[in-house]
């Protein structure tokens, strides 16, 4: 453990968390760095409540050590309590505990935690411990719960599309007073290509691991070296400045194209037009708003189109803060939530890789190397066959929470539960996002490599998408059969002759007994 020397009463002891690197962190601008001290801790429940992607891991422990030492250069007093110091006790209470203990007189201040989970276990255990608490709001985000609470209050949908233009209008992106750029608030029709191989693909911009990075990297391989996933190669930024140039590099060399192949998917590129600033802009090294503001001056510098720089920034001011105010809306038990009452366990091949589905040993084989695949190989492959499957949503939860280098819960649950898996009924999307082999065939060059054939339908050799697309909505039709954005299939449906029917729904059962 490294520790500075404490001084006066009356002062706080700052708990920083490894998702809370910003230096414009709330209790850190409450802070004084002449008074206060900062806390800041690697534990293993924080580390092992899923079986984390080695390099997520590697990547929040290299961040918070850079963080903390460029704390300690603005003359901070940090004490930093690494994963294997002696006295660790792996739990976050109890190391907010013992540093009390050595610091008698300080007050415990921070800003809130962004899971539900770890901001219940802080508020218990203060009140457990009659330790005076101070927790602020996360102003990094756009709008603040109460701000959620009210637009979300008395409305029968929750849509996010007019929330997104509420955020517009609130930060001013991309507005000309209260009209929207180019007279639409939305581009989308225009995002929808397929990719093509003979495209220039750009790579995120790597980063060469330091000295502090390699030990991290040494203490994961030792320690997590089992989980699912490959630590090396390591490239993530890990410091606030290494995140600023990954994000210059996105904005001149991947932007430009990011509207137009969004939905795709290519064999071979891992990454194609995707920013891959997830990561960073979650655990605190880039602000939402700074890389909205970096995207639109390209867009008025021209180097990037509309479609491009509206599509991109909707994701974050929309997408983003949209499934933040329902996870805080939600919580607790909307994990739980199981909308079609699914049970079956999460098939073994998404730990391994090993399946002869193409497009799904695509998207699991590379989030097993970068902790990373994009939109919608998460929504329309891994999420898309775990629905038809019928599996466990808590199961697919956990996958997810463990698997991606940008996965905390209060982004992950309402994109699994929510969106991808239709377990919460609706609340987040107006339909199930179900498609059959035909939309990845459509949007990606999987199917021609593929064991499957993808226009096979039923019987040997059929693409597994096909009769199990079929199979969910004959199963689920009770809970959608009045869902009127589904009433055109369920009439495609009823006009099949019944031997089809028959056909569709045995391929199905051969298929899920064989999971
Ligand atoms: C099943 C499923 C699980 C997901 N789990 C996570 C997760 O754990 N953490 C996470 O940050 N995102 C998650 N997403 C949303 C999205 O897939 C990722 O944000 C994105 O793939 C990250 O890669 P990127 O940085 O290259 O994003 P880009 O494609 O470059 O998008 C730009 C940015 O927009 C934001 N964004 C885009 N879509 C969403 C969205 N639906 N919700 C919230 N933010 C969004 C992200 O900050 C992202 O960096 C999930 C989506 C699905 C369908
Ligand atoms: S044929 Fe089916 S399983 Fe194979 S890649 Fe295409 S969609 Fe995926």
């Known amino acids: 453990m490294t520790e500075d020397t404490p001084s006066s009463s009356d002062a706080n002891l700052i708990l920083v968390l ?264 979650n655990a605190g090294l880039l602000g939402p708003l700074e890389v909205c503001h970096r995207v639109e001056r390209a867009y008025h510098e021209g180097s990037a189109p509309l479609n491009a720089v509206e599509g991109f920034i909707r994701q974050i001011i929309g997408w983003r803060e949209f499934v933040r105010g329902i996870y805080w809306m939600q919580m607790p038990g909307y994990t739980e939530q199981n909308f079609f009452g699914a049970t079956r366990p999460l098939p073994d091949f998404y730990w391994s890789g090993e399946t002869d589905m193409a497009c799904m040993a695509a998207a699991i084989g590379q989030t097993r190397d970068e902790a990373y695949a994009h939109h919608i190989q998460r929504l329309m492959v891994t999420g898309n066959f775990a629905m038809l499957a019928g599996v466990d949503p808590h199961e697919v939860h956990e996958w997810y929470l463990a698997v991606y280098a940008d996965a905390y819960e209060w982004v992950e649950a309402p994109n699994v539960i929510g969106m991808s898996q239709f377990a919460d009924g609706g609340l987040l999307g107006s339909k199930p996002y179900a498609a059959s082999g035909n939309y990845i065939n459509k949007m990606s060059d999987h199917c021609a490599g593929c064991a499957y054939d993808v226009k096979k339908k039923t019987g040997d050799g059929a693409c597994p998408f096909n009769p199990l697309y079929w199979d969910f909505l004959v199963r689920n039709r009770k809970k959608l059969g009045n869902n009127p954005r589904l009433a055109q299939v369920y009439r495609t449906w009823d006009r099949m002759e019944s031997d089809r029917q028959s056909e569709y729904l045995d391929s199905a059962r051969a298929i899920l007994d064989r999971l």
């Open 18 to 281: 490894g998702d809370q690197l910003s230096p414009d962190l709330p209790s850190l601008c409450a802070g004084d760095p002449d008074r206060d001290i900062v806390l800041m801790a690697e534990v293993a429940s924080e580390a092992s409540y899923v079986p984390h992607h080695p390099k997520k891991i590697a990547f929040l422990f290299a961040a918070m050590r850079h963080f903390a030492e460029e704390l300690r250069n603005e003359g901070w007093r940090v004490r930093y309590v690494e994963l294997e110091d002696t006295g660790n006790s792996q739990s976050l209470s109890r190391e907010v505990e013992r540093a009390l203990e050595d610091l008698p007189g300080h007050a415990l201040l921070l800003t809130e935690p962004g899971e539900y989970r770890l901001k219940t276990e802080l508020e218990e255990w203060a009140e457990r411990a009659g330790t005076p608490m101070r927790m602020l709001e996360d102003s990094r985000f756009i709008a603040s719960h109460a701000e959620f609470r009210d637009w979300a209050d008395g409305r029968k949908q929750l849509r996010m599309e007019y929330f997104y233009r509420e955020m517009r209008r609130k930060t001013g992106l991309l507005m000309h007073g209260d009209e929207p750029e180019g007279g639409r608030w939305n581009f989308d029709s225009e995002n929808r290509k397929p990719a093509r191989d003979d495209l220039f693909m750009p790579r995120p911009l790597e980063h060469r691991p330091d000295e502090t990075t390699e030990a991290v990297l040494d203490l994961v391989e030792r320690r997590f070296g089992d989980n699912f996933g490959r630590l090396k190669p390591f490239w993530f930024a890990v410091t606030r400045a290494q995140a600023l140039d990954a994000l210059d590099h996105f904005a001149e060399e991947a932007l430009p194209c990011f509207g137009d192949y969004q939905d795709a998917m290519l064999e071979g590129e891992r990454f194609l037009y995707h920013s891959v600033l997830a990561l960073y802009i």
